[in-house]
């Protein structure tokens, strides 16, 4: 296992990769980070922390570190409940990949799909007003990061998270 893997060594569904090569896209380079974790709730914290620590190195401040692994937390819960109806043997890849100003994150799951413009934005007082739970995922993401985006495949669906370096 790598070095800042805080996942237990005997969780086999784990695993973390470190590109070492970097690759070049125009003159910059391009780093590339890739986790896969099971569909757990319990492993959440994994994705946060991989994400989390991505963003430090890349030179975020803490604010947005926290509302990149904000972000990112709520994809991966929405992967869990609503592409995979909460089963646990499935899988959720992470791939970071940071070319300044540019912080990249896709989600990956091969769960059912769905259309992300069917999901209305909800109304704040309301929602406040009534106490309710849930159901703001979409809606923090999309405050949270600079760019949102969904892609469904045959074999599978694509968050794409992009969050701007502002120097």
Known sequence: ????????????????????????????????????????????????????????????????VNNIALAVDEACTNIIKHAYSYASDKEIDIVVSMKKPEFEILIQDKGKHFNPNQIPVPNMKEYMSHYKRGGLGMYLMKKLMDKVEYSIHPKKNVVRLIKYLHP
């Open 1 to 64: 296992m790598q070095k800042n893997n805080r996942a237990s060594r005997d969780d086999e569904h784990y695993r973390k990769q470190e590109n070492d090569a970097l690759t070049s896209r125009g003159n910059q380079k391009t780093t590339r980070l890739n986790l896969r974790i099971p569909s757990q709730t319990e492993k959440l914290n994994v994705a946060r922390e991989f994400v989390a620590d991505a963003a430090k190195v890349f030179g975020f401040k803490e604010d947005d």
